[in-house]
């Protein structure tokens, strides 16, 4: 039984990330969807992006994605950056905002890449203390996302699960978690992914991430790559459909930044997504 | 076992200097080897700044190819990594290192060329800013003019050239059609990039004006810069220079340099 309730509840849930060729019909065409998510990084200067950005923002909710604040880092993360990200924050007051485990400075230099961490409790204790003063700095509750990993380090002693657990334990954060990025993982370290999912704390997802991903053979096996350069994979639309039954309708988003296709592409898939989301509410109707 | 300080200090050698042994031995190969799973990052780390650098440097990409500009960028981002996050803000020394980069050395405009790009990559990332009225101007006395230093739109830069770089960037810019050539040894110019509204502009102005404005914008005293206009050139008119400064919307704010000391 579909009730409107529903639909408005699932249209409001459902963004796109914005990308830079799609904003000027975004503003012109203001297409239904629930909210947009940036990189944070894109609008830190000034100018015409960041005068678009605040276009978008008064019709639509936003949510800040950062990808270089380097919360695994072991040599702190970078004030200056912490402080442009809040001035971002204030600025466009989003609904949401959210980085990722993983870390990009070392030596000062800036790697461009969500790089995979050893899950030990070392590293717990920096990640912890790095999102601890983002959150501090920010004034508000930082989402952190599971990456993509093409490694696991010998040294590991926490599950990656675990270990986003209790980084929510520990500092309150909240937990932005990308379906896609779980299969990826555990199509390359080894892993089940449903388990993975059921792993997480459920009370801590505010968001959940949607993409589709590269295969490449390298020594006769298959990799899987997280390029945001396809449509979402089946197998990873039947594990959002089980992280929204865990979960419950939180905000889910479609990334696409390879190949990136026309703006009425994305829009299609975020209709899949209201489709999953639609049928898994339909189902619960049904068994009450 | 290795501190994370360690880990990632391995790892950045890896990605930079392709020196993957002693992140090798922290990593489990799991049915792949620990290279080819390092490869994967490495790829991610130069393609990404490879794009980055050729979103800010098109003109330059155009002239040497995709491929030579590739083999430059990977040169250039081993040598000289990004330091902060945004990566509009990478690439402000690409200029120097082309300029000192021998497999280029006979493109000698090339590096203007890159500057030229970056100046316009600047100006579209600066920070938005409110343009002064001149009436802000009314309460200095004209006594203390000559001490006025006026702080410029960050969008603005400069560039001076021996080459004509201007017309170069013309016929290389994304989406440039047809096969015109410049010649090289038609002269010179002085340019001056900014910002209207969303868009980045360019123009070429006379010596005088160029120096000028370019004092000005490195902060030098209202003397101090009609001093260097006068030396470009004698018929410098400085009452219309600020006017014109104004007019623009180039100044943003403006403070008294301390008096000398007699």
Known sequence: MITHHHDAAIAAAIGVGLRAPHVAEIIATRPALGWFEVHAENYMGGGPALAQLGAIRRDYPLSLHGVGLSLGTAEGIDDGHLRRLRSLVERTEPMLVSEHLSWSVSGGVYLNDLLPLPYTEETLDIVAGNVAKAQETLGRRLLVENPSSYLRFRHSTIPEPEFLAALVERTGCGLLCDVNNIHVTCANLGGDATDYLDALPAAAIGEIHLAGHARVVRGGKTLLIDDHGAPVAPAVWRLYRRALGRFGMVPSLVEWDKALPPLVILLQEARVAAGVARALADADACAA | M??????????????????????????????????????????????????????????????????????????????????????????????????????????????????????????????????????????????????????????????????????????????????????????????????????????????????????????????????TAFAADARFDLGAAVADLFRDGAVVAFTLAPEAVP
């Open chain 2, 2 to 227: 290795l501190a994370l300080r360690e880990v990632q200090a391995a790892f950045r050698r890896g990605l930079l200097d392709g020196d993957d042994n002693a992140l090798a031995a922290l990593v489990a190969a799991d049915g792949i080897a620990a290279t080819e799973r390092m490869a994967v990052y490495r790829n991610n780390v130069q393609t990404s700044l490879t794009d980055a650098l050729r979103d800010t440097f098109p003109a330059v990409c155009r002239i040497v190819d995709e491929r030579f500009f590739a083999y430059a960028a990977h040169a250039f981002l081993t040598g000289y990594p990004p330091r902060r996050a945004c990566l509009a803000e990478y690439g402000a020394g690409f200029a120097d290192f082309l300029a000192a980069f021998p497999p280029c050395r006979e493109l000698v405009y090339l590096p203007d060329v890159a500057r030229f790009e970056w100046l316009m990559n600047r100006a579209a990332h600066a920070a938005d800013a409110e343009a002064l009225a001149p009436s802000s101007l009314a309460g200095v006395a004209a006594a203390d003019a000559p001490r006025l230093v006026f702080r410029l739109d960050p969008a603005y830069g400069f560039l001076a050239s021996p080459w004509p770089v201007d017309r170069i960037w013309r016929l290389n810019r994304p989406g440039a059609q047809g096969d015109e050539t410049v010649d090289l040894a038609s002269g010179g110019v002085h340019i001056e990039v900014g910002r209207c509204g969303p868009d980045v502009v360019f123009r070429a102005l006379d010596a005088a004006t160029f120096a000028f404005r370019q004092a000005i914008a490195g902060g030098a005293t209202l003397d101090a810069a009609t001093a």
